[in-house]
């Protein structure tokens, strides 16, 4: 929504991967208490063989791709093994996750009766996601380039959006906007506005379809173009083209065809479209980069360009064309 207003993301491009239980999603694996292990129960890392409260198993950050890499050589699965830490740990353990908004997992192990004092978790990497470093474009009062519209957390681009960071420009972007707000006079001009009303006529059309594809077919033909054309394995300019252009076909028949049957269907289906619009500007500012750096691993320019080490790449929207600048970090 923030590019389609115009605001400025920062490096789109650069894949991110989090680790976790497997099957699940961003389940707090900083906050696990246990050593990373093979099935035979030997750590897989070099750093800790007793689980530490006070340092973890950093195998995983320092080694992302240690639960692949076991797979692939059929050395796997990775687990998570909690089962030898004291009650106290455990306790504190629990309470961490749950307080990190992982309830549906903790629900569903007490549910399955798995306890970690007797079962081991097997984790896995996830799919990329964007957090850390790649979104919206903030200044000092969290205010993007665009006058009061305001970001923080999982969205930012040019701050971490850890827990400590979005907490923080979470409560900057509040103060912000509340000072804004009360220099607005006429809301109702907004609501007259003419975005307003056609954003409105369209959300109208794909409530009033009789037949069409759902916001799910959409999703999974997103993925897949996505993990084809955009993965982690390997980019190329041919790749990356022929990804485009069958992402815009995608977006292009489902803006004419997606229909929804009720407001939750909708907004799963404004969702998609809003991921579809980030999937475009993945493949844009990746054939830009022309550089391997980080997950962003291009087969036509291996090397990582020193030249851009301390160089954000913006994209955004005016006046419906894209702009793409490179900055300085700073």
């Known amino acids: ?16 991967t989090h680790a976790g239980p497997k099957y699940l999603a961003r389940c707090g694996k900083a906050t696990w208490i246990g050593v990373y292990k093979d099935p035979y129960g030997k750590p897989v890392g070099p750093f800790v063989t007793k689980p530490t409260r006070e340092l973890g198993d950093i195998t995983a950050d320092v080694w992302n791709s ?9 050395k796997g699965p990775v687990y998570i093994d909690c089962t030898t830490i004291s009650e106290e740990d455990l306790e504190y353990m629990m309470w961490g996750l749950k307080h990190e908004g992982n309830t549906a997992m903790l629900d569903y192990m007490a549910r399955e009766g798995i306890d970690l004092r007797r079962h081991r978790i097997e984790f896995m990497k996830y799919e990329p996601f964007l957090i850390g470093s790649r979104g919206i474009e903030i200044d000092q009062n969290a205010e993007t380039n ?3 519209l305001y970001a923080a957390g999982d969205e930012v681009g040019n701050f971490r959006a850890d827990i400590a960071g979005a907490a923080t420009f979470g409560w900057i972007a509040g103060k912000s906007a509340s000072e804004r707000v009360k220099r607005i006079k006429d809301f109702q001009k907004i609501e007259r506005s003419v975005l307003v009303q056609d954003r409105a ?10 037949s069409g594809p759902s916001w799910k077919e959409a999703n999974l033909a997103l993925q897949q173009i996505m993990n084809d054309y955009a993965g982690i394995t390997v980019r190329s300019e041919t790749l990356l083209n022929a990804g485009l252009k069958y992402l815009r076909d995608l977006k292009a028949k489902v803006l004419s065809t997606l229909m929804a049957d009720n407001s939750h269907t909708l907004m799963r289906s404004l969702e998609t479209l809003d991921l579809i619009e980030c999937g475009e500007t993945i493949f844009l500012t990746a054939l830009e980069r022309k550089e391997t750096r980080g997950l962003h691993v291009r087969s036509d320019y291996p090397f990582t360009n020193p030249l851009l080490q301390d160089k954000f790449l913006t994209i955004r929207q005016e006046n419906g064309k894209v702009q793409m600048e490179w900055r300085d970090r700073n």
């Not at 929504?1 to 991110?16: D, F, Q, S, T, V």
């Open 146 to 148: 665009i006058k009061g």
């Open 66 to 74: 240690v639960f692949t890499d076991y797979h692939k050589l059929g």
């Open 201 to 210: 006529k369209f959300y109208s059309e794909i409530l009033g379809r009789a």
């Open 1 to 16: 929504m923030a590019y389609r207003a115009g605001a400025k993301l920062i490096n789109m491009e650069i894949p991110n």
